[in-house]
């Protein structure tokens, strides 16, 4: 499993060789798609915000296609994350929708050793969001926590 408990009531995650490849694997793919698509949209979002409503039609008219290339390129990484062996990262994967940001951060920052996942999401202002995450995790098998 990856994730282990250093004190009682802390969530620490450890990752696997095999989760650290396809966190790794995800994010070379990601990177460069991420930085195609905020270059097409940026010309837009200047525009729009000069000129309110015309620079707001420019915008999607760009933004859309440019959103729907970086989709298709982020669902096959986000497909891959699932797939891993490692049972923590192919939940996040499979599971985390909107916040799948802060997941990837949540597991980067788990690369050099153990993380108290719970100190980290206080540090950064996660509330109510990362106890439901945190409780479908442990609810999955994923992550374990000792008393």
Same mark, same amino acid.
């Given at each position: ?7 009682? /009531?802390? &969530? ?11 966190? =790794? ?12 698509? $905020? ?6 979002? =200047?525009?729009? @915000?000069?000129? =309110? ?17 970086? $989709? ?6 986000? =497909? !891959?994350?699932?797939?891993?062996? @490692? ?16 997941? %990837? $951060? %949540? ?5 050099? /050793? ?13 509330? /109510?969001?990362? &106890?439901?995450?945190? !409780? ?12």
């Amino acid at each position: 499993m990856s994730t282990t408990v250093a004190t009682a /009531g802390t &969530l620490t995650i450890t990752l696997t060789p095999e989760g650290v490849a396809s966190l =790794e694997a995800y994010d070379a793919v990601k990177r460069p798609a991420r930085e195609a698509y $905020d270059a097409v949209k940026r010309p837009a979002r =200047e525009a729009y @915000d000069t000129v =309110e409503r015309p620079a707001r039609e420019a915008y999607d008219a760009v933004e859309r296609p440019a959103r729907e290339a970086y $989709d298709t390129v982020e669902r096959p990484a986000r =497909e !891959a994350l699932a797939a891993s062996p @490692d049972p923590l990262v192919a939940w996040v994967g499979a599971n985390v929708g909107d916040r799948m940001g802060e997941a %990837l $951060d %949540l597991l980067r920052s788990a690369l050099d /050793g153990p993380l108290d996942a719970d100190a980290y999401a206080s540090r950064h202002g996660w509330c /109510g969001e990362w &106890l439901d995450l945190r !409780a479908a995790a442990i609810a999955a098998g994923v992550v374990t926590v000792s008393a």
